[in-house]
Each structure stands twice: as structure tokens, then as C-alpha cells.
């Protein structure tokens, strides 16, 4: 028993910030940031909360799926950008929609989409839940450093939801962790209030080369091992969802793993690198745009802050 994912949802902000907009902010161009990375434009949070972002996901993916709030056993929102530290996002979600379940957080930062359907599997196949929404929402606008071009060219806001029952649909899931605060980090004002230390607010830091490294051999072998593990060749997957941080990462991937280009879905132009948000807004679009048919294998692989990545193979057979 594992799930099978009933209907899909997503919302970006209505802001849009384009290479060319950013190009009057820091010294960068258009041509580099296409010709680094793939992305052209991104989407920024301004005026709209975390809650209103994942609340509208949420409704769309539960009227996607025909579940009405009152049917979920369970909430679940994969996020490192929350409103309030407590709350937790999961438990606005819950109130906002008008569910009666239990909610929480997951935070494996860009991978948290995939950590919290394994959650989700587990709490469906020991019985707990029959129903469960996993929302997976990012807004690091927040945490960026917009004077820095290393970083600020790269992330935008967005993410969606799924709603899950119990089924069969999942057909494999694998989670790693390899704690690094060095290459990726978003710091935490941990400085005691008693300390003689003034607070100065910290961003996003991030080492890009080495995180590129990891991304690419972790894609590699995580793929490698869903198809060793499911007993799938690499010719019978359909579509591969990879976390949208940078076409060239995409592409490194694909190329060492032989597999045709049409396979890797991207949407990564448009909105950049939504962390635990890019999967689950790609996964929308497919649904929605009629790309996705049913009984086809999908793959769907993230990286990111922990170090962390997640990993499944799923079949595609929602509820319409
Ligand atoms: O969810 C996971 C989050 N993170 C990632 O996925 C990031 C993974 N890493 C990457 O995507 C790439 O490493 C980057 C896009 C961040 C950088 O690309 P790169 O090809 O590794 O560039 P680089 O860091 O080696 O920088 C090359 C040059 C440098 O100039 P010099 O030293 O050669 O003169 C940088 O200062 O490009 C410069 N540069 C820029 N130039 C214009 C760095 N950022 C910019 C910029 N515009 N925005």
C-alpha cells in the first residue's frame, strides 16, 4: 500500500521579475543568467502571504482531486519559508480551508515535496489517514540577498499541493541526508539576546559550484536506484521531473544517464528555482496542459539544503 495522487494544484505570484529587471538591480545580464542557468523570469511574493498562496493551491488541488477539507485525515506542508515559525504553515493551511485534520511541517528545503509524500505513504500504509494533503510552498524572495548576483538571479516563489489516497501508485521512494551547513545554508538569528553580539540579518548563502556537483551525481545515482529497485528500465519512464534550480543541471544529468531530452520536463524559464515548490508546479502544469495520461511512469528527483535529496517513481492515474 503506498498512494495514488487524486488531483494536483498550484499558484505562483501574480509578480512578475524578469532578467532584465534584475539587471538594474545587480551587475548581471539577461545573457548570463540564460546562458548559466536557463531561467528568463521569475515570480516574487509581494502583498500575498505564504498562507494565501498555499491556501489557494490547496482548493485548487482538492477540487482537482473531489475532496471537500473535511474529508482529510492528514496535512502536511513541505516548507522552509513559513509565516510564522509557530504556527506552523500546515496548521494556517488547515484553519484556512476549513479542515478539522492534524497538521505539520516538513523541512528538507528543496527537496520537501518528495520527503513528504514518503511521510504521507507511511501514514497511509500503516492506516492512519485515507486522505492527505501535501502542499510544498517556498517564498525565498524573503531570504535572498537582492544586492548579491551569485544568488538573487537564481530563486523565485511559487509551489502547489497534491491530495493523496491510499493506492498503489507509488512505486518506489528513497531519501538521503548528508548534514552540510557549509554549502547551502539559510542562517537563523540564534544570536542570546544576553550575547554582546549586535543581530544583523543574515540570507541565503550558497557555495554554486559544489551544490551543482552534488546535484548532478545525486541525480545520477538516485536514478540509477529507482530503476534498480522498482525493476523499471530507464525506456519505460515517461517523464522525468527533476527540481527546476538550473537547465545545466538538467541537462549534465540527462547526458549521463543516456535518456532522451524530450523525457525532462522544465518550466525552470519561467520561474526559476521555487525550491520544494518547483516539482509539485511542474507536476500541476502536466496534469493541467494534458501531458500526463494515465498508467504512465513518472520520475520525479529533487536536491537541495541539508544536504538532502528525494527520489520516486510513481505511475500517473488520478481521479478523472
Ligand atoms: O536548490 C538548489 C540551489 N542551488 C543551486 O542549484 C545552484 C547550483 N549552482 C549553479 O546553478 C551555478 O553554479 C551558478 C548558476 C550559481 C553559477 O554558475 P557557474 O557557471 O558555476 O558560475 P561561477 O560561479 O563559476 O561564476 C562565473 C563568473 C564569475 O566571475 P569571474 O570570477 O569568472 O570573473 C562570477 O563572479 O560569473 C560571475 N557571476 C555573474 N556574472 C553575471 C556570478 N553570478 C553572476 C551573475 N551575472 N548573476
Not at 61 to 76: F, Q, R
Not at 118 to 124: H, K
Not at 170 to 189: F, V
Request: charged share 20%; with cysteine; hydrophobic share 40%.
Amino acid at each position: 500500500m503506498s498512494f495514488r495522487i487524486l488531483g494536483t494544484g498550484s499558484v505562483v505570484p501574480d509578480r512578475s521579475l524578469s532578467n532584465n529587471d534584475l539587471a538594474g538591480m545587480v551587475d548581471t545580464s539577461d545573457e548570463w543568467i540564460v546562458s548559466r542557468t536557463g531561467i528568463s523570469s521569475r515570480r516574487i511574493s509581494s502583498g500575498e502571504t505564504m498562507t494565501d498562496l498555499c491556501v489557494k493551491s490547496s482548493l485548487l488541488a482538492l477540487e482537482n482531486a473531489e475532496v471537500s477539507p473535511d474529508e482529510l485525515d492528514l496535512i502536511i506542508c513541505a516548507t522552509i519559508c513559513g509565516d510564522y515559525i509557530t504556527p506552523s504553515q500546515a496548521s494556517l493551511i488547515q484553519s484556512e480551508i476549513g479542515a478539522t485534520c492534524p497538521a505539520f511541517d516538513v523541512n528538507a528545503a528543496c527537496s520537501g515535496f518528495i520527503y513528504a509524500l514518503d511521510t504521507a505513504s507511511a501514514y497511509l500504509s500503516s492506516g492512519k489517514a485515507s486522505k492527505i494533503l501535501v502542499v510544498a510552498y517556498d517564498s525565498l524572495s524573503k531570504f535572498v540577498d537582492w544586492t548579491d548576483r551569485n544568488t538573487c538571479v537564481l530563486f523565485g516563489d511559487g509551489g502547489g499541493a497534491v491530495v493523496l489516497d491510499k493506492g498503489d501508485d507509488l512505486l518506489g521512494i528513497n531519501l538521503t541526508s548528508e548534514g552540510n551547513a557549509e554549502i547551502l545554508n539559510i542562517p537563523c538569528h540564534n544570536e542570546s539576546p544576553f550575547g554582546s553580539e549586535t543581530v544583523t540579518r543574515q540570507f541565503l548563502q550558497m557555495n554554486g559550484q559544489e551544490v551543482f556537483k552534488f546535484a548532478v551525481s545525486r541525480i545520477v545515482t538516485e536514478m540509477k536506484k529507482l530503476i534498480q529497485n522498482c525493476k523499471v528500465s530507464a525506456d519505460e519512464i515517461d517523464y522525468v521531473l527533476l527540481h527546476q534550480a538550473n537547465i545545466r543541471i538538467i541537462n549534465a544529468a540527462r547526458q549521463r544517464l543516456g535518456m532522451p531530452e524530450g523525457k525532462f520536463m522544465s518550466n525552470l524559464a519561467r520561474y526559476g528555482n521555487t525550491s520544494a515548490g518547483s516539482i509539485p508546479v511542474l507536476l500541476d502544469e502536466l496534469n493541467r496542459n494534458g501531458t500526463l495520461r494515465k498508467g504512465q511512469i513518472l520520475a520525479l528527483i529533487a536536491f537541495g539544503g541539508g544536504l538532502t535529496t528525494g527520489a520516486c517513481l510513481l505511475r500517473w492515474d488520478p481521479a478523472k
